[in-house]
């Protein structure tokens, strides 16, 4: 097994300046059988409707990645859509308050070294590597469209009065199509993903985005992009979420290595000593062994072998192997969680109430 990538991952939300309610809801999920995972859910739909969808999306995504009955990632993202679509929609027609309601999503899975990108609607994926911003996600929505058609410029689009139409959404029409990226991204120290809602990206540009990423971490960034967003207007609810990739550690040298390089150290005098001293203890154990009565060494000898196979059997009843495959792929640092503003890193648990926010690789 290749050195495992390690990663500090941050998030939070916000209600911004003019909304009554936080319709954002993400979550962070660790230990799945897929890998790592982050959603942000945009919910809408009125007062009643937009945060029951993104709160629907998000679970029902995250119940689907701890299923182990799918072939592979792609398979996995695109059956947790169908499901949070079938599921959102069928509750629309159940209770007329409501009709209407869907939720945009973006997901990033991470597992092994490689990324996973999906997305409904248009809240975005983007990608900071060395230094350069790249968008993963094309937006699902009406100025998109005639900016693809070449009716308006990317820069027109930004400040189009009919930016907030979406032309795809999880929950609104009985059957939706989920984008997924049709290769992975291969992973590379100093990576910095970044999850959000256009609460964030109608707020602050691009490039201010790119610039917070790659001089603060997560937990800062997070809480620096939410707080310019509001001073900025706030007119929509905010969420975001960073993970930065760190380097590999070096995998660890075995124990004849280390006393190699020991003993390398060592001058002629020391070198002497060290064999002097290993010849006395192997005489002394010789002669002990040949003194000792024939009687007490079979006992020990029993004794010994009964030893050796209570720690074979502890050993494996803890699988000490897929617990590091598990557990050792991600640096959790309590300073990189946050509350209300910032962002945190925690277990696998789901936010998106008004201020509020949770986190939760399968990295190798």
């Known amino acids: 097994m290749g050195p495992r990538l390690r990663l500090l991952t941050a998030n939070g939300t916000d209600i911004g300046r003019e909304r009554e309610e936080n319709q954002d809801y993400y979550g962070f999920y660790e230990g799945t059988p897929y890998g790592y995972l ?33 072939e592979n990632i792609e398979e996995v993202i695109r059956t ?46 983007y990608l900071v590597r060395e230094g350069q911003m790249q968008q993963l996600t094309t937006d699902h929505s009406l100025v998109q469209g005639l900016v693809e058609e070449g009716t308006l410029t990317k820069e ?41 809602s256009d609460g964030l990206t109608g707020m602050v540009s691009e490039e201010v985005i790119r610039e917070f990423a790659l001089e603060f971490g997560p937990r800062q960034a997070c809480k620096k992009l939410i707080d310019l967003a509001n001073k900025n207007g706030g007119t929509d609810n905010i969420t975001v979420q960073i993970i930065k990739i760190l380097p590999p550690l070096p995998p660890p040298r075995s124990f004849p290595e ?63 192997g897929e617990r590091v495959e598990d557990s050792g ?25 008004d201020s509020g926010e949770k986190t939760g690789s399968d990295l190798e």
């Open 38 to 70: 982050w959603a942000v859910c945009d919910g809408m739909g009125g007062a009643a409707g937009g945060k029951k969808a993104s709160i629907m999306a998000v679970e029902l995504i995250r119940d689907t990645f701890h299923e182990e009955d799918h």
């Open 156 to 196: 027109q689009a930004k400040d189009h009065p009919q930016s907030h139409i979406i032309t795809r959404s999880i929950g609104v029409m009985e059957k939706v199509d989920c984008d997924i990226r049709s290769t992975p991204i291969e992973l590379k120290p100093d990576d910095r993903f970044i999850l959000c």
């Open 258 to 320: 280390r006393l190699l390089k020991r003993a390398k150290s060592f001058s002629k005098k020391q070198y002497l000593l060290l064999v002097l001293c290993g010849a006395i203890i192997t005489i002394a154990t010789g002669l002990g062994w040949w003194f000792w009565p024939e009687a007490e060494q079979e006992a020990a000898m029993e004794n010994h072998a009964i030893s050796d196979e209570v720690i074979s059997e502890g050993r494996a009843d803890e699988d000490p």
């Open 329 to 353: 792929e991600r640096v959790e640092d309590s300073e990189e969680r946050v509350e209300d503003s910032g962002e945190r890193i925690e277990d696998s648990k789901e936010k998106g109430e």
């Open 80 to 125: 947790s859509v169908t499901r949070a679509n079938k599921a959102i929609f069928e509750r629309s027609l159940e209770e007329p308050v409501l009709h209407g309601m869907g939720t945009t999503a973006v997901i990033l899975v991470i597992k092994n070294t490689q990324a996973y990108i999906a997305h409904v609607g248009d809240s975005r994926i």
